[in-house]
């Protein structure tokens, strides 16, 4: 299993542009997060998903949007990139019903809003 | 909303001293609380987890405990070593077999000093 993958790893973005964050899965684990990093700050939470279809807002929602089309899939998009969301990025996913208690999380991507 | 305070922020100590990391939570359901471990640039791993229904929980050189009437959890770790330093993160969730998300706290960066 490569457990959960995030592409891309690092990205720049000019104000104002768009992109999708990439997250995919392999463990079958129906629940998947976004977090963001900032120093000092502790993860936050952006959306997190119950299952294929269904998504809901987390702490720091503003500025993203999010679908579940898929178990696996669990892309983060940007609208309009401003310079407060350059922060690392990471997915993961879980599912206590596997008996898997912890968050499997994904390498990260980090993003530069310039 | 829930909220995770940690403290301190950062922690040094001599190779072989005692650290504890402390995490108070607001959310009184919250019922499973992990400790995540994050090296420099990577991602956070999981390291020891303890729920609602019990007061201790101990791993080799570290230990979790439980105060829910203070709404209080501590992170204990024992003799040391240079390759404990790290970024330490603890969280809580309420309903976490059903997916409820983690809430973290802002990070203890520890060093220990040969």
């Known amino acids: 299993n490569a457990g959960v993958t995030q592409t891309p790893k690092f990205r720049i973005l000019k104000i104002g542009q768009s992109m999708t964050l990439q997250c995919t899965q392999d463990?079958?684990?129906?629940?998947m997060y976004w977090y963001r990093q900032d120093p000092g700050m502790g993860l936050k939470l952006i959306y997190y998903?119950?299952?294929?279809?269904?998504?809901d807002k987390g702490e720091v929602p503003n500025g993203y949007n999010v679908s579940r089309s898929t178990t696996e899939d669990f892309p983060l998009r940007l609208e309009l990139a401003a310079p407060s969301q350059t922060s690392v990025y990471f997915c993961?996913?879980?599912?206590?019903?596997?008996?898997?208690?912890?968050?499997?999380f994904g390498s990260g991507t980090r993003l530069t809003v310039v | 909303g829930e909220n995770v305070e940690q403290h301190p922020s950062t922690l040094s100590v001599q190779e072989g001293d005692s650290a504890v990391i402390k995490c108070t939570y607001s959310?009184?359901?919250?019922?499973?609380f992990p400790w995540y471990k994050q090296e420099l640039g990577k991602r956070p791993q999981l390291i020891i987890d303890i729920r609602s229904n019990v007061g201790e929980k101990k791993d080799q050189r570290i230990a979790v405990t439980l105060n829910k009437t203070a709404k209080h959890f501590s992170l204990h770790i024992t003799e040391t070593q240079p390759e404990d330093s790290a970024v330490y993160f603890c969280?809580?969730?309420?309903?976490?077999?059903?997916?409820?998300?983690?809430?973290f706290g802002q990070g203890t960066e520890l060093s220990v000093k040969p």
């Open positions: 969280a809580a969730s309420r309903n976490y077999n059903q997916g409820g998300k983690l809430i």
């Open positions: 959310d009184s359901a919250s019922n499973y």
């Open positions: 998903s119950v299952g294929a279809g269904i998504t």
């Open positions: 463990m079958n684990h129906n629940y």
């Open positions: 993961a996913s879980s599912d206590p019903g596997q008996g898997n208690y912890g968050y499997t």
